[in-house]
């Protein structure tokens, strides 16, 4: 391996069919919904089976380490980190955690590295947890879309249907790298409203619950119950105190409504219904600023 660093003697002890599992923040991890969800997984017992230097990864100018100064005195410099987890829940397989910041550099020899790795403990299946921004509403639950190898399966859990050209991330050029290799690959991705800053608890929790149920992996969700209640609240009061916030919501679940129906009438399969124009879906900035200057406030 030209990078990735192990704790060999733990190689013997993952055990039969492993499946590699990757939560990266950075690009397609929006309000950090797969690094958190990686972070609940990380509740059953588990030990650091290897990390990659962050060095050759990283460009320290763009992403800094963080560093605390107590009165004049420079504490720990606090690296970014990508490591490598043994997840052991008490059924279901046991997972190879990848996570940490997304790299800078070097994606392709850090796949090689992670191939390597599958190879050598069996570990023939993939699955990437991550979120990705969209016009929807968050009056409305989250949608999960999948991306992989397995045609059935993506159909089942959630095949999306547009036809796109974007700036690839990290996660999802390993996805596809592994699916070069032969691996089955998985890629979950919650939704998120455009508009929201910060957390969305909707999504990490939605994101748990599809893997828990792909893998067998038992999860407790209800940690997250009350955080998305509360969190949804706040959310409709900041959307009720504008009307022109309201408005943007609407629209938005109209739009989320029609397509909702327009899959159930085709079965899930055919082409995407039509959308709304540029013009009538509010952007980023104007839902996220507005409430933003909301949450700022309650938080005071």
Same mark, same amino acid.
């Given at each position: 391996?030209?990078?990735?660093?192990?704790?060999?003697? =733990? !190689?013997?002890?993952? &055990? /039969?069919? *492993?499946? +590699?599992?990757?939560?990266?923040?950075?690009?397609?991890?929006?309000?950090? @919904?797969?690094?958190?969800?990686?972070?609940?997984?990380?509740?059953?017992?588990?030990?650091?089976?290897?990390?990659?230097?962050?060095?050759?990864?990283?460009?320290?100018?763009?992403?800094?380490?963080?560093?605390?100064?107590?009165?004049?005195?420079?504490?720990?410099?606090?690296?970014?980190?990508?490591?490598?987890?043994?997840?052991?829940?008490?059924?279901?397989?046991? =997972? !190879?955690?990848?996570? &940490? /910041?997304? *790299?800078? +550099?070097?994606?392709?020899?850090?796949?090689?590295?992670?191939?390597?790795? @599958?190879?050598?403990?069996?570990?023939?299946?993939?699955?990437?947890?991550?979120?990705?921004?969209?016009?929807?509403?968050?009056?409305?639950?989250?949608?999960?879309?999948?991306?992989?190898?397995?045609?059935?399966?993506?159909?089942?859990?959630?095949?999306?249907?547009e036809q796109v050209i974007v700036p690839a991330s990290c996660q999802v050029a390993w996805e596809a790298l592994f699916e070069d290799a032969g691996m089955t690959t998985l890629g979950l991705w919650a939704r998120v409203p455009h508009y929201v800053a910060g957390e969305y608890p909707a999504a990490t929790r939605s994101l748990l619950e599809r893997f828990s149920a792909h893998l067998g992996t038992p999860v407790d969700l209800t940690p997250f119950d009350a955080m998305v209640e509360e969190h949804r609240t706040k959310l409709d009061v900041a959307a009720s105190s504008s009307e022109e916030v309201s408005d943007h919501v609407r629209q938005l679940e109209q739009l989320y409504d029609a397509e909702v129906e327009a899959e159930r009438a085709m079965g899930g399969l055919g082409q995407r219904p039509a959308q709304l124009s540029e013009d009538e879906v509010p952007s980023a900035e104007e839902l996220g600023a507005e409430i933003e200057r909301f949450l700022r406030g309650r938080a005071q």
């Open positions: 391996m030209d990078l990735l660093q192990l704790d060999e003697p =733990l !190689l013997d002890d993952v &055990g /039969a069919d *492993p499946v +590699l599992v990757v939560a990266l923040d950075g690009w397609t991890d929006a309000a950090g @919904a797969g690094s958190i969800a990686a972070e609940s997984l990380l509740g059953h017992p588990h030990q650091r089976l290897g990390n990659f230097p962050s060095d050759p990864l990283y460009d320290y100018r763009d992403r800094r380490p963080q560093l605390e100064i107590d009165r004049g005195r420079l504490g720990e410099l606090v690296w970014p980190e990508l490591a490598i987890d043994v997840v052991t829940p008490a059924s279901g397989p046991a =997972l !190879l955690l990848v996570h &940490g /910041a997304e *790299p800078d +550099l070097l994606w392709r020899t850090c796949a090689r590295d992670l191939q390597d790795l @599958a190879g050598r403990l069996g570990a023939e299946r993939y699955v990437g947890l991550g979120s990705v921004p969209g016009p929807i509403p968050h009056t409305r639950p989250v949608q999960v879309i999948c991306t992989g190898s397995d045609e059935e399966l993506i159909d089942r859990l959630g095949r999306a249907h």
